[in-house]
Nanobody
Framework: QVQLVESGGGLVQAGGSLRLSCAAS??????YGWFRQAPGKEREFVAA???????YSADSVKGRFTISRDSAKNTVYLQMNSLKPEDTAVYYC????????????????WGQGTQVTVSS
């Protein structure tokens, strides 16, 4: 049974940092992605990384967020620095059996989400 379990969310002041983790079980995926969804908005792409280590991030988080993975632990991370109030959202981990993709519908599996709240 495939499971993606996120952790590391919380409340932080603007300018602060958080690191999200996503532990996968059941199989190894070629690509992991992070998405976020703010209240009243659609779920949006944040960053993704492939098994080979190729990473891609949305323009809104470039230079602030870094995605990485530990293949031995089957875990992917999202280091978030210089957080802004507009980063407030539920953050979801997703996994894809194929190559790097950035749309919601192309990911096969999803975690339950973790709340990130950035206060001003």
């Amino acid at each position: 049974q495939v499971q993606l379990v996120e952790s590391g969310g919380g409340l932080v002041q603007a300018g602060g940092s958080l690191r999200l983790s996503c532990a996968a079980s059941g199989r190894t995926f070629r690509t992991y992605g992070w998405f976020r969804q703010a209240p009243g908005k659609e779920r949006e792409f944040v960053a993704a990384i492939t098994l080979s280590g190729y990473a891609y991030s949305a323009d809104s988080v470039k230079g602030r967020f870094t995605i990485s993975r530990d293949s031995a632990k089957n875990t992917v991370y999202l280091q978030m620095n210089s957080l802004k109030p507009e980063d407030t959202a539920v953050y979801y981990c997703a996994a894809n059996l194929g190559g790097l993709v950035i749309t919601v519908r192309e990911y096969n599996y999803w975690g339950q989400g973790t709340q990130v709240t950035v206060s001003s």
